[in-house]
């Protein structure tokens, strides 16, 4: 078992940034590639980004590529996504989720532990 917190959410202006926060506690946080989801009113839960276990490999979705960037610090336990150059479209619940595989997979199925999500608001 390992347990998610999210932390980092808030209102931000279009334009401006956010750095998120994941903290894991439970089994070893190294054992586990770590993605960032988002779910907004009335639509799917979908992926942001995911990162590998080493943090040596990273993966985006198209419409968040080149203005967020996920990292992790395994001595931390801890996973982040900076989001820059935000827009009102970013607005959404957001969730970091761990899965045990090595893959770096785009599909929230694919994740085995999910955290309770923060809100990002972006304003226009």
């Known amino acids: 078992q390992v347990q998610l917190v999210e932390s980092g959410g808030g209102l931000v202006q279009a334009g401006g940034s956010l750095r998120l926060s994941c903290a894991a506690s439970?089994?070893?946080?190294?054992?586990?590639?770590m993605g960032w989801f988002r779910q907004a009113p009335g639509k799917e839960r979908e992926f942001v980004a995911a990162i590998a276990k080493s943090g040596g490999n990273t993966n985006y979705a198209n419409s968040v590529k080149g203005r967020f960037t996920i990292s992790r610090d395994n001595n931390k336990n801890t996973v982040y996504l900076r989001m820059s150059s935000l827009k009102p479209e970013d607005t959404a619940v957001y969730y970091c989720a761990a899965r045990s595989g090595a893959i770096l997979k785009e599909d929230r199925e694919e994740y085995d532990y999910w955290g309770q999500g923060t809100q990002v608001t972006v304003s226009s």
């Open positions: 439970g089994r070893t946080f190294s054992s586990y590639v």
